[in-house]
């Protein structure tokens, strides 16, 4: 829920409405595309270390396969409801639409703490998700990928579970049932920072437009796991320089400069941002104020709220996380004339490298990292150039209702060519 009771569905509905009108999506293609075309619950068992069992809650939620197979993430946090993963599942389809990849959209999650279990017991769940979820997801079907809580490992559990479910003689094939694998077991080079390294090429994309230096840009990120670390590492190449980091412990400053690998060393190490040693710690409601022309938010949705909104003293948020502005707080920055970056946009590099890594798993080849990023650029700033020609054809100031016009007007035109069975 946001700070005025919206449940992160409802908010996700308000913002395909509004790109629904900017382009006269028609009433039929707009009920249909309201709701997920499945939902699915699954419930199981899993044996735990000490000796009693646990039941779990699981969802999958296929949003759409209009343009190709139901795509996205599992997300593990005790957070994950029917709601949320009904919204995430929503902005990956406007996400593959927006950058022409020919997938759907789904979501899935677990609602538990995978930093409370043993590793075995992790892996248990993980596999005992996968065998629940059964033919419900597909390598041409539905491709799972990670998310928030889940990570390469967890795909590759998800993975081997998937491949020793099937016969011997299609076991090499389904390797494309999940992305975001280990490079030893078919990921794609430039996976693991593709979500971040697509956050970097939007913003450049931005900067030359609007005519702002990335170069001596201060940065403040929130989150400092898969999207938030990669975002900072690449952003220091450019020049930039990373002020404030906050994550589920708690946030530091440092003006001179937080070194994004240093600290993305020690998360790695020690589970969160607490104790860095080379920055100061500070209060987490204090990291919304940090002077940084930058924020990217990259952990959970509904961070920037009505409360918070009026500290922030970027040019532009970035929405490396999804759904990471609510409503209220959206119509306060516009307002107050700073810039968003909207998720279905700036996020999208994971899903385009997850296409990737399907291609290659399909043509069992493996692209170097140069290819991957080359690629990624060339989609990335294609959706990027399509947002800014629907905002001067429509007239319209939000690059969100923009995204979502450009992703909407791709489904609408198949839609209009297959027509809706029967
Ligand atoms: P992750 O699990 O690797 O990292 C999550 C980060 O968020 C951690 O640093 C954690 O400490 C922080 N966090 C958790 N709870 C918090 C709280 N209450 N306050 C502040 N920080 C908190 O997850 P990730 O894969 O980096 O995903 C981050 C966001 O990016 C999510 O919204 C996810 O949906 C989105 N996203 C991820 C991908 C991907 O490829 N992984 C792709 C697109 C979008």
Known sequence: MTDTG????????DQFNR?????????????????????IIVNFPVLMNNGTYRVFRGYRIQHSNLLGPYKGGVRFHPMVDLDEVKALASWMTWKSALCDIPFGGAKGGISFDPTALEADELERVVRRFTHALGTNIGPDHDIP??????????????????????????????????????????????????????????????????????????????????????????????????????????????????????????????????????????????FWSVPADLLVPAALENQITAANVGRIQARVVVEAANGPTTLEAEKILEQRGIEVLPDILVNAGGVVVSYFEWLQN????????????????EILWKACDQVVDIRSELGIASRRDAAYGVALRRLQVVYQQRGIFP
């Open 145 to 286: 990928a990670p998310d928030l809580g889940s990570n390469a490992q967890s795909m590759v559990w998800m993975m081997d579970t998937y491949a020793n479910s099937t016969g011997a003689t299609e076991r090499q094939s389904v390797k494309r049932i999940v992305t975001g694998k280990t490079l030893e077991t078919g990921g794609s080079p430039g996976r693991e920072k593709a979500t971040g390294q697509g956050v970097v090429f939007c913003l450049q994309h931005w900067a030359d437009e609007v005519g702002f230096d990335l170069s001596g840009a201060t940065v403040s990120i929130q989150g400092f796991g898969n999207v938030g670390s990669a975002t900072g590492k690449i952003l220091q190449v450019h020049g930039a320089r990373l002020v404030a980091v906050a994550d589920h412990a708690g946030a530091i400053t440092d003006e001179d400069g937080i070194d994004a690998f240093e600290l993305a060393d020690w998360v790695r190490e020690h589970g969160s941002v607490a104790g860095f040693p080379k920055a100061m710690w500070i209060d987490e409601e204090d």
């Open 6 to 13: 919206t449940s992160l569905f409802a908010t996700a509905l």
């Open 362 to 377: 399909r043509s069992a080849q493996r692209w170097d990292l140069e290819d991957v990023d080359f690629k990624l650029r």
């Open 19 to 39: 790109g629904a009108e900017i382009i006269g999506l028609p009433d039929d293609l707009r009920s249909i595309l309201s709701q997920p075309k499945n939902e």
